[in-house]
């Protein structure tokens, strides 16, 4: 952001020009005088979503029945293309909505190690999401591989040289976040997937936190493999499911180790043994999980309408925004910027440092803003740009200014407990 004031007309102004303003309309909003910051946690439920949703169960499942498999048997693959082509810079044919990100990316990192014989490491980095660091232990411990972790800044996040250091000709894979969960720090995807491939591995990317809110070029990069979630940006609901990319030249070579009946070449014949469809079919395992993948065709329709660059534009502008007042209020009560400031290295969301931040977290919360915590002491507040003003960003720290000022927070007796 070149001009910044911190005065409330300053962020009316930039609501006011903002070419994505209408968006917020195509949300519900029980309580509009709810801020919400955690879009990166759990995205709201889009109304068109909400309309298909009640079709789907009342038409499509109430009154088609199993007839309605002819319609739906098609929808993970062609989802697939349908964030592919608006989301993620993936040609049709190599996305595949399914299952969970947990385990994508065990099918994925799995038939990684297999197309790379006589190869035993697999790299990642010990700020990675729990999720991606316990399923590579895993299958590290299954199949008696090194787990290498690279050591990285919690609020910068990976550094190319220590990837560098850490990759060598035992490496079969590397798998990272493309935007750290925690500090929202982006990673240079074109840059580290030619490293990998330098040593002559393969590169997995957990795109949970960048896709639809970062323009992510799978297929420019190079990238070999990728997973992630559509209950954030693409504002899919709770559980629903995810989805993976496995590059099309890589498809005839890699087979995920989950042989399930959606995966078979010519599944309705019921033949014996197992015999993997072409293309990024094989991905699939079981029966797909219907109204989420429905939920997820409505969540990325809404995104491409506002177009990426849009939102990636808008995400940098609040961010930086955000990263302004918060070095103009709070900075004097000990906060500081737990994210990088350069536009281009981070994603969508922001972390504040504080000692306190957990009851910090929970005073906002009752004061009607909700982000969330992360250890050790982060709050995450996502501006998500689908939805968000910049006013709901100067409201949101004025509102923790004030509970800083007159140390509410400390009157928080909550005990830290689960969620987001
Ligand atoms: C980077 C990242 N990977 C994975 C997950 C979760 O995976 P799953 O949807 O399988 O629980 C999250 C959840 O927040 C995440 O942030």
């Not at 609020?155 to 929202?184: N, P």
Request: glycine content about 10%; some cysteine.
């Amino acid at each position: 952001m070149t001009t910044f004031r911190p005065d409330r007309s300053f962020a009316e102004g930039l609501d006011t020009a903002d070419p994505l303003a209408g968006f917020r309309d195509h949300f519900e909003r029980d309580d509009p005088s709810l801020i919400y910051l955690d879009g990166n946690s759990l995205g709201p439920l889009p109304r068109a979503t909400k309309a298909r949703i009640a079709e789907v169960v009342g038409q499509e499942w109430g009154a088609g029945l199993v007839r309605s498999w002819a319609r739906w048997i098609d929808l993970p693959l062609h989802v697939g293309d349908l964030l592919g082509e608006h989301l993620a810079g993936a040609g049709p044919g190599q996305v595949a909505v399914c299952d969970s990100t947990t385990v994508n990316l065990y099918k994925l990192a799995w038939a990684a190690l297999d197309a790379r014989p006589g190869r035993s490491v697999i790299v990642t980095d010990d700020d990675n999401f729990p999720t991606d660091r316990y399923v590579l232990e895993g299958i590290a411990a299954q199949r008696g591989c090194e787990l290498r972790m690279i050591r990285t800044d919690l609020d910068q996040g990976i550094a190319e040289e220590a990837l560098r250091t850490a990759i060598d000709e035992h490496t079969a894979l590397v798998s990272l976040s493309h935007v750290a969960y925690r500090s929202g720090a982006l990673a240079d995807m074109a840059k580290i997937t030619g490293i990998v491939h330098e040593a002559g591995a393969l590169v997995l990317w957990d795109l949970c936190h960048s896709i639809g809110a970062v323009p992510v070029q799978l297929d420019a990069c190079g990238a070999d493999l990728a997973v992630g979630c559509t209950y954030k940006y693409l504002n899919s609901g709770p559980g629903a499911p995810a989805f993976l990319y496995l590059r099309r030249d890589l498809q005839q070579r890699l087979r995920q180790p989950i042989w399930g009946w959606f995966g078979q070449r010519n599944q309705f014949e019921m033949g014996q043994g197992y015999d993997p469809a072409p293309g990024i079919g094989q991905c699939l395992t079981g029966t797909p999980q219907i109204i989420g993948t429905a939920a997820v065709q409505e969540g990325v329709r809404l995104l491409a309408e506002a177009g990426i660059g849009r939102l990636r534009a808008k995400g940098v502008a609040l961010t930086g925004y955000l990263i302004g007042l918060a070095d103009a209020w709070l900075a004097p009560y000990g906060i500081t910027v737990a994210s990088p400031r350069p536009d281009d290295r981070r994603g969508a969301h922001v972390a504040l440092a504080h000692p306190d931040a957990w009851r910090i977290g929970q005073a906002l919360i009752a004061e009607g803003v909700i982000g969330d915590y992360r250890t050790p002491d982060r709050l995450r507040l996502g501006p998500a740009p689908a939805f968000t003003r910049f006013t709901d960003v100067w409201d949101a720290l004025d509102i923790l200014r004030r509970i800083l000022t007159n140390k509410t927070y400390l009157n928080v007796t909550v005990a830290r407990s689960v969620v987001t």
